[in-house]
Structure formats: structure tokens, C-alpha cells
């Protein structure tokens, strides 16, 4: 045993808002310390459980609260780390720290003798006189275990484990799979000519992706996660822009090793037998049971509401798209691999507009500064400091103190910027410390981007796709910081996954509001605000391929639901995958062969390894909402403190502490309304 004199991680940080000093921990503390995490949690909870008298909330809740104290601050430090900076050290702790997470998990999140403690006072809800937050607590903690399978007996609950142990392995076999396959296809082109279109940096990365795989002399483009190859909107020949969509697509699906056809099919037929034993009638049922949505029918109604006209819209753009390859020497009809390129033409002749020259005026630091906190202190009336005395787990990494309009300290702010090879791609937010007044403790978040980090003294000049990223990970990051709740479970940004985006795509609108936009966007060398008539047409091509984006997405999102709507039975049925979408895409009308899904079912990643099975749509089930605020924002005078104030109070605030969609009401004064997003994305009637 370490004892807490030798281990930092054992005792709380002394450092400001207990963010944890990186200076002192070394990776051979973690393990012994979650050892110790796993021992003081489960004893917490046998204390709860072997209590002789009757259930209450206050010797059952509210020490199920206080537990797990430790293990949570030891997890969000390692896994702060493991994210943004997993040297190979830390990622071989991460792999032994994997089976003892989830069989802990497992042990805490099925226990019998805690789920009757918490059921007993389930039943008796209306007869306790709780607070609103203490009665939703008692409501998530029982709805959320009896999700777990806790209510099962033993018999169920052995084949329930039974299940997660299989699909688990099934859904680590998807991805290795995929990961083969994916590079097994890598295109091989013989020469440079055949990759007209590409810039000389890209083509020098493809000649030494070949060399790498010791084919000096050719070039070989990898393929990226989507259907679509961002390369497929510059190569200018037909033929290759064919063999880089044709490999994409084909991923998983041609018969070799790597083959995820029938890994996808157990996994459905798994799912839908885990649903069963959980007494649902498909595993889009158990899942969109727990969410904002309800119920599969609630998100097909969705679905299918937006579908007839995005397929309309994509439709109107292919005849655009069409109407430019006729007039070429040498029309053919318009195909699949063709799409992206001809939209770059229509955006170069319509809007003029060349989107990789505006990097000079997005200066990472006037971004940050005149950009993201501004927008946040006109409207919640935040002041930011940046500490540099406080450190980083990296010497990228910058803290900065967060101050309300008041005076009164609220929380930390931790940006990490830059990519690094130690660093999992992609952008997102975490927390190191989470609010709670029961525990009296003040938030502490993390951003982190992947922007590449310039030569020393040169500014970080980002795209407006970084610009975005940043405006959007910040808006989680007030989710977390503006959290008021009592109990841990609910801060900030523990929503329900088809809700969580929704303030962070909110975010996102000041990005383009005149004042804001005035204040960061000036350019690096000059000081120069951005052209008035470039402003212009960004607002004027927001709309612009959105038939064909939405149709994309809608299909996937599709696909997902007509998988996992399945029940045990019909999932047990010998299934053509390739029939199964075919038809699944016909039902919905998004079987355009020229539009095809953002992803098909063998390269799914996200609904077969990752963590949105049946969850796909919550993206456009967000949006609605974020669409819906915006307009309120627009209508009530934009950027004001009273707006922010009512935004902040009512919604952000609260985090999961109640019902997300009665939060939502208390803050528009209605339902949200599907209005706004059909304006947005071009599909009002
Ligand atoms: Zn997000």
C-alpha cells in the first residue's frame, strides 16, 4: 500500500479550486492510487447497504453522493491526461486500468442490496416531501440502475453479463476490423498525374505514405472515417476520385478477414436480446427510453419529417451540379464520387469565396480573447484572468480564473490548444472537478483542440472550422462552469446525450454576430477588420449543400434506428446487410444513389464501437432546440447580460438537475419549435 505522504494522489490538491499538480504526480502513483480509490468506494457503499434501518434519503442518498469521492477526482485526473497527453506509459496504464474500471462499474452500478434501498424509496416518491432536485435524484439513481439490469435476478442478471462481455468483445472486433480494412484500402496511384488537383503538400504526404509502405515512386492517399475523402472535392480526374470512393464504401464488406458484416449482425441480434431481457422491445427502445426523445417513434417521426425535404433539396443541388457537367465537353451523368467536386465549382462561381484565405484574420489569441470571452462576459457579465502561475499537465496547457460580474470566484477555465502526437484527435471538453454544493467544490474544465502548433514566434492563425470548434468545445465548457446544483450527478454537463450538444451548438452563433465578430476577426499583420463583403457571403453560404449535408447525415441516422429497431426475433433472422440498407433507405426515401449515408453499416463506427447505438440522431434532435434558442436570442435583442442572465439561470445552470425539456420550457416560455431548424437548413415547405 502507498501511503499519502508518498502519493499526491491520495490527498486533495492544496492547489487553487483543487486543481490537481501535475508537478507532483508521476505515472507510478495512478494505479496504486485507484486501487486504493476502488477499496474506499466500495466500502462507502457497504456502509449504505448494510444501514439496519429503513431507507431514507438522508442514509441512502446523500451518502451515495458523497461517495466515490476519490475515485472520481483520481479519474478525472488520469483520464484529463490520458486524453491529451497519453505518452505510451500512460497508455499502458489506461489498458490495465480498462477491465478494473468497468468490473468496478459493474459491481457499484448492479448491486442488488443498493438498488432495493433506492427502489423502496422510488416507491414511496410522493409520500417523502423532497426537494425537486432530491426527488429527481432518487428518480435518475433508480431509472439509471434499473437501465444497468440492476432489477434483474441473478439468473438474468449472469446472462446479462454474459451479453455486455460478448458485445464488448464483438464491438473491439468491429473496430479493429475497420482499422484493417481502412488501411488494407489505402488507394495506390502510379502517378502524380492521376492526382491533378491536389496541393504540392498533399501529394508529397501521398508519395510518402507510399514510401512508408515501401512503394517508392507511387503515391497512396489513406482513407478517412466518412464516406466521402476530403480529397474527393479537388481531384480533378473522374477515374480516380471513382477508386477513392468505391474503397471507402467497400470497407467491411468484401469477404476477407476484415469482413464486419456478420460482427454487425451480432451485435444487433445482442443488443436486441439484452433490450428483451430488460423488458424493452428493441434496443432503440431501452436507449431512446433513458433520452429526451422517449421513444423510437419519436425520433423516427423526426426523421422522417426531415427527410422528404432534404432529399428534395439534394435533389435541386444535383440538378445545379448536373446542369454544369453538361456543359462540359464531355458530359456523363452526375455519380456519387462526382458530388463534392462540382459543389466546390458552384461555391467558387456563386459566392466567390475561398475559405483557406482567411486564416490571417483569426488569430488564435484575439479568437480566444476578443471572441470567445468577450461574447461570454457581455452576456454573463464573466471576467477572465489567466493564472499563469497555476500549472498544466503540459507546458501548452494555460489556466485561466474565472470572476462573475459580482466579484465572486467561479471556476477555472484550462485550454490545450495544440496537437500532439500523445494527444486523441478530434476537440472536446472534460472536467477536472465538478460542482456540487453538497460536496463545496467550484467547477474546473478543460478544453482541448487539435490545432497545429506554429514555429516559434509565429502567431496561430486558425480556420474557420477551428474557429467553430473553439466557439462550440467553450460552450460545454459554461455548461460546466455555470452549474448551481447540490449533488454531483447533476453538474453541468450530465444531461441526457440527445440534449448535450444543444447549448454548445448555441455557442456557436456568436461567431458571425456583427459585434463579435468585429472584435476578433482583424487581420494578423494590419489590424484590419474582415471585408464587409466577405462577412457577407459567409452569411450568404451557410445554406449552401445543405440539401446534400442533411440528406447524408439523415441516413446514417436512419440506418442506425432500422438496425437497432429490430426486435430479438427479426434481429435473429439470417439478414443481407446490403439488402437490410437498401431497403431501410428506400422506406425513408434518402436512397439517392448519388447521396449516399455519411457512413454505411460496415464502417459504422459510431453506433457499432462507439457510444451512439441508436443515438445518432441526437445531433439533429439538439439542433432543434439550438435553432430554437437562437431565434429567441435574435428576437429578444442578441447579446445582452438579461438574455445570458435568463439563459445562464434557467438553462445552463441547472444542468441535469431536473428534466431537461421542463428546463427548456422555464427558459423559452414553450415547447421548442421545429420552425427554426427548417428555416436554418433550407427545408421549410
Ligand atoms: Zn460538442
Do not use: C
Not at 471585408?531 to 453560404?541: I, T
Not at 439478414?575 to 434518402?590: C, K, S
Request: hydrophobic residues 40%; proline residues 5%; charged residues 25%.
Amino acid at each position: 500500500m502507498t501511503d499519502v505522504s508518498s502519493n499526491p494522489l491520495l490527498a486533495p490538491s492544496t492547489l487553487p479550486y483543487g486543481l490537481p499538480d501535475y508537478r507532483q504526480i508521476t505515472p507510478q502513483h495512478y494505479l496504486p492510487a485507484f486501487e486504493q480509490a476502488f477499496a474506499e468506494h466500495r466500502r462507502e457503499i457497504s456502509v449504505i447497504t448494510r444501514a439496519r434501518s429503513m431507507p431514507t434519503f438522508e442514509n441512502t442518498m446523500v451518502p451515495l453522493e458523497r461517495s466515490g469521492e476519490l475515485l472520481g477526482r483520481i479519474s478525472r485526473t488520469f483520464y484529463t491526461v490520458s486524453s491529451a497527453d497519453g505518452t505510451p506509459e500512460i497508455q499502458q496504464i489506461e489498458e490495465t486500468l480498462a477491465p478494473l474500471m468497468s468490473a468496478h462499474a459493474d459491481a457499484i452500478g448492479l448491486d442488488g442490496a443498493l438498488y432495493w434501498r433506492i427502489k423502496t424509496l422510488h416507491d414511496a416518491l410522493d409520500g417523502l416531501e423532497l426537494a425537486p432536485e432530491d426527488r429527481y435524484l432518487v428518480e435518475r439513481h433508480y431509472r439509471e440502475m434499473t437501465q444497468a439490469g440492476a432489477g434483474l435476478d441473478d439468473e438474468q442478471k449472469a446472462a446479462l453479463t454474459e451479453l455486455n462481455s460478448r458485445l464488448s468483445v464483438l464491438t473491439t472486433t468491429f473496430e479493429k476490423n475497420l482499422l484493417a480494412d481502412t488501411n488494407d484500402l489505402a488507394v495506390v496511384f502510379d502517378a502524380a498525374d492521376e492526382l491533378d488537383g491536389l496541393t504540392s503538400g498533399e501529394l508529397s504526404a501521398a508519395a510518402q505514405n507510399a514510401a512508408d509502405r515501401g512503394l517508392d515512386g507511387k503515391y497512396v492517399i489513406t482513407l478517412t472515417l466518412f464516406t466521402g475523402h476530403p480529397y474527393l472535392s479537388t481531384l480533378t480526374r473522374r477515374e480516380s476520385r471513382e477508386r477513392l470512393l468505391a474503397a471507402s464504401r467497400s470497407r467491411g464488406s468484401r469477404g476477407n478477414d476484415h469482413d464486419n458484416r456478420a460482427v454487425l449482425r451480432e451485435i444487433v441480434r445482442l443488443r436486441a436480446e439484452r433490450a428483451a431481457l430488460l423488458g424493452h422491445a428493441s434496443h432503440a427502445a431501452y436507449v431512446t427510453s433513458d433520452e429526451t426523445a422517449g421513444s423510437p417513434d419519436a425520433v423516427h417521426a423526426l426523421l422522417r419529417r426531415l427527410a422528404a425535404p432534404a432529399a428534395r433539396n439534394a435533389a435541386r443541388e444535383q440538378a445545379a451540379l448536373q446542369a454544369i457537367v453538361d456543359a462540359e465537353p464531355e458530359p456523363f451523368a452526375l455519380d456519387a464520387h462526382d458530388w463534392a467536386f462540382y459543389t466546390e465549382k458552384v461555391r467558387a462561381a456563386e459566392y466567390d469565396l475561398d475559405r483557406t484565405a482567411l486564416r490571417p484574420w483569426f488569430d488564435a489569441e484575439r479568437v480566444l480573447q476578443d471572441g470567445v470571452f468577450r461574447a461570454a462576459s457581455e452576456l454573463y457579465g464573466v471576467t477572465f484572468t489567466e493564472r499563469p502561475d497555476l500549472p498544466g499537465y503540459h507546458p501548452d496547457v494555460r489556466v485561466f480564473e474565472l470572476h462573475n460580474a459580482d466579484g465572486s470566484a467561479l471556476g477555472l477555465y484550462v485550454l490545450d490548444l495544440y496537437t500532439r502526437d500523445t494527444k486523441r484527435g478530434g476537440a472536446w471538453m472534460n472536467s477536472i472537478v465538478s460542482q456540487s454544493g453538497l460536496r463545496g467544490t467550484d467547477p474546473v474544465v478543460v478544453n482541448n483542440l487539435n490545432v497545429p502548433k506554429p514555429a516559434p514566434g509565429e502567431p496561430t492563425l486558425l480556420t474557420l472550422d477551428e474557429v467553430t470548434t473553439l466557439f462550440h468545445e467553450f460552450g460545454h465548457a459554461l455548461h460546466g462552469l455555470f452549474a448551481v446544483v447540490t449533488y454531483p450527478h447533476f453538474a453541468g454537463t450530465a444531461v441526457f446525450r440527445d440534449f448535450v450538444e444543444f447549448p454548445s451548438q448555441v455557442n456557436e452563433m456568436w461567431i458571425l454576430w456583427p459585434e463579435i465578430l468585429t472584435a476578433y476577426a482583424r487581420h494578423v499583420d494590419t489590424g484590419e477588420p474582415l471585408p464587409a463583403a466577405v462577412v457577407e457571403k459567409l452569411h450568404a453560404s451557410e445554406a449552401f449543400n445543405q440539401g446534400f449535408a442533411t440528406s447524408e447525415y439523415l441516413a446514417a441516422s436512419w440506418l442506425d434506428q432500422a438496425w437497432h429497431s429490430l426486435s430479438a426475433e427479426d434481429a435473429a433472422a439470417d439478414i443481407d446487410v446490403a439488402e437490410f440498407e437498401a431497403r431501410a433507405l428506400a422506406e425513408i426515401g434518402l436512397d439517392n444513389p448519388v447521396v449516399p449515408p455519411r457512413y454505411s453499416s460496415t464502417y459504422f463506427a459510431h453506433v457499432f464501437s462507439g457510444g451512439y447505438s441508436a443515438g445518432y440522431y441526437s445531433y439533429i434532435w439538439s439542433e432543434v432546440l439550438d435553432a430554437d434558442t437562437v431565434e429567441w436570442f435574435r428576437e429578444n435583442g442578441g447579446l445582452t447580460r438579461e438574455n445570458g442572465e435568463r439563459f445562464r439561470t434557467r438553462l445552463l445552470g441547472v444542468g441535469g438537475s431536473k428534466d431537461p425539456l421542463e428546463a427548456y420550457r422555464d427558459f423559452r416560455g414553450r415547447d421548442a419549435d421545429i420552425a427554426s431548424l427548417l428555416k436554418r437548413r433550407g427545408l421549410a415547405d
